[in-house]
């Protein structure tokens, strides 16, 4: 089964915008990673948060966790038209600690030229 | 680094024929993972290995799937017999446990139809 559930589910912004999008997940979690994933292709690692981190960076990628609401949530500014793939959260924690990742149901991000 | 190498990338089946998925993972990570992408149930985690030992194989659909992991560089996912529903794209991919907790290296994917 899946542990995270994104939203939205389809994005589609223009070129320059920022995109948000949001995870919620169920149980508790040792750290929380966003993949991306082109169209034909495998998953890419993006960005990963710790359970005891709040905010993160990374270029023109910001993540924000909130435990305490089972939530995180990645910004992308500035959008580009090579930013479009679908972004799935990843969840880590309990029975197999950082082992076992469980992804969300992804959000199709697409940006306008 | 090569990357996380599957094999082959498109195969073409009929109904009630065996398929042999290959992966060859990063070197020097010690865990491997198979998962199934569909657009009715997005990505599902079939099984994972640790130093090649199966360690959660909760996700195999049934006993026509099966995995195995001879030795650190190699790992097979097999399907007997093959039914039209095991459609799918299957990756495989690996990580290496460090202090931030688990990165996972995705291949390129299996595509398989089942006619």
């Known amino acids: 089964s899946q542990q995270g559930e994104e939203d939205p589910q389809a994005l589609s912004i223009q070129e320059g915008e920022n995109a948000t999008m949001n995870c919620s997940y169920k149980?508790?979690?040792?750290?929380l990673q966003w993949y991306r994933q082109n169209s034909g292709r495998g998953l890419v690692h993006l960005i990963l948060?710790?359970?005891?981190?709040r905010e993160k960076h990374s270029g023109r990628l910001r993540v924000t966790l909130d435990t305490s609401k089972k939530s995180s949530s990645l910004l992308i500014t500035a959008s580009r038209a090579a930013d479009t793939a679908s972004y799935f959260c990843?969840?880590?924690?309990?029975?197999?600690?950082?082992?076992?990742?469980?992804f969300g149901t992804g959000t199709r991000l697409t940006i306008i030229p | 680094d090569a990357g996380v190498i599957q094999s082959p990338r498109h195969e073409v089946t009929e109904m009630g024929q065996e398929v042999t998925l290959r992966c060859k993972p990063i070197?020097?990570?010690?865990?491997l993972f198979w998962y199934r992408q569909t657009m009715m149930r997005g990505l599902e985690l079939l099984i994972y290995?640790?130093?090649?030992?199966?360690?959660?194989d909760s996700g195999m659909p049934e006993d026509r799937f099966s995995a195995k992991m001879p030795n650190a560089s190699f790992s097979t996912l097999k399907i007997q017999p093959s039914e039209p529903r095991d459609s799918a794209v299957y990756f495989c991919a690996s990580s290496s446990l460090d202090r931030d907790g688990n990165t996972i290296y995705f291949g390129e994917g299996s595509w398989l139809t089942v006619v």
């Open positions: 070197s020097g990570h010690n865990s």
């Open positions: 290995f640790n130093n090649n030992v199966p360690i959660d």
């Open positions: 990843a969840t880590a924690g309990g029975l197999f600690g950082n082992e076992k990742l469980t």
């Open positions: 149980t508790s979690i040792n750290n």
């Open positions: 948060i710790r359970s005891n981190e």
